[in-house]
């Protein structure tokens, strides 16, 4: 079986304060950190013995894992397993790399977010270079808020230009075309962030070859779906596999809709779906959307914006309202 899970385990602490997440400086307990390193290490158990299946592996915590020691140690081994195709985390790069040295660098990767309000630049900078020094495989990107463009601008600039940069669209915000233009000259995928994806009854990878795991091992088809499927410790997921229709309306997290049939993303991001790193960033083709008209609303129910004019890449910062990220970062 080739089997991609997205695990979330109840680590919900961050070392970071960004206004635009609910989990900011958020301290878990002595008790509820205990809870997570045995939840993962009890997952880290059962992906071991699980040598007659291609395993692929995304940990996508609410807080940041790589500070802690045991998400260290569990992505550097279960990266030397050879049934292990991959195995990827979300963080924002603030711990130390030399844990590297103990991972098998063709298997482990990691989708890092640059937060310009938590880390001074040259230090982030330094991170993601230490990290091609190490011939570790990332991917980079940002929230697209007003006041990050010039950090992006910047950090793409100092980035090998093989390198991928990401940009969420921020939830909650909607973008003029003008605005657009100015995050899609960075990410050429921009503008699949930037609407939500139509997918009641569309087809989904998700409960068929993508399940997502939680520390008690409850197994859902993603984190957005909270019907639940069975659990992966008794194995009882394994016969509710299969091809399954979404069952909500939109879908607006990278996370969810990277794997709806009805989106080029599996061939966009051929060798890197979980660590979110395009195959050729420079041939994909954009989201098919109708022309909007003055008065339409964007997915999220949020008026768009016009722009007769040429793209001019000024944001105003009163016409996105910070609100909250989509957790994806």
Sequence with gaps: MELTILYRGPLASCDFDCPYCPFAKRRDTREQLIADRLALERFAQWARRQTGDRLSVLFTPWGEGLVRSWYRRTLAGLSRLPHVRRVAIQTNLSSRADWLADADLDTLALW??????????????ASCRELAARGARYSVGVVGLPGHLS????LRADLPDH??????????HAY???EAACWTALDPLFPYSRHAHPSAGMP???????ISVDGDGT????????????????GSYR?????RPCPVAVCDCHIGYVHLETLPLYDVFAGGVLERIPADVASVPPPRTRARRAGDTTPEGH???RSDGPSICRIDPASLRPTGARKEN
């Design 176 to 178: 003029s075309d003008a």
């Design 204 to 210: 989904c990878r998700t409960g068929e070859s993508v």
């Design 112 to 125: 890092c977010t640059y937060h310009p309000s938590q880390v001074p630049y040259d230090r982030f900078l």
């Design 239 to 243: 016969a509710a596999l299969g091809p």
């Design 303 to 305: 008026p768009t914006v």
């Design 163 to 172: 390198i991928y940069l990401w940009v969420n669209a921020a939830e909650g």
């Design 219 to 234: 197994v859902r088809r993603c984190h957005v779906v909270r019907t639940e499927i069975g659990n992966l410790y008794d």
């Design 151 to 154: 950090a992006a601008r910047r």
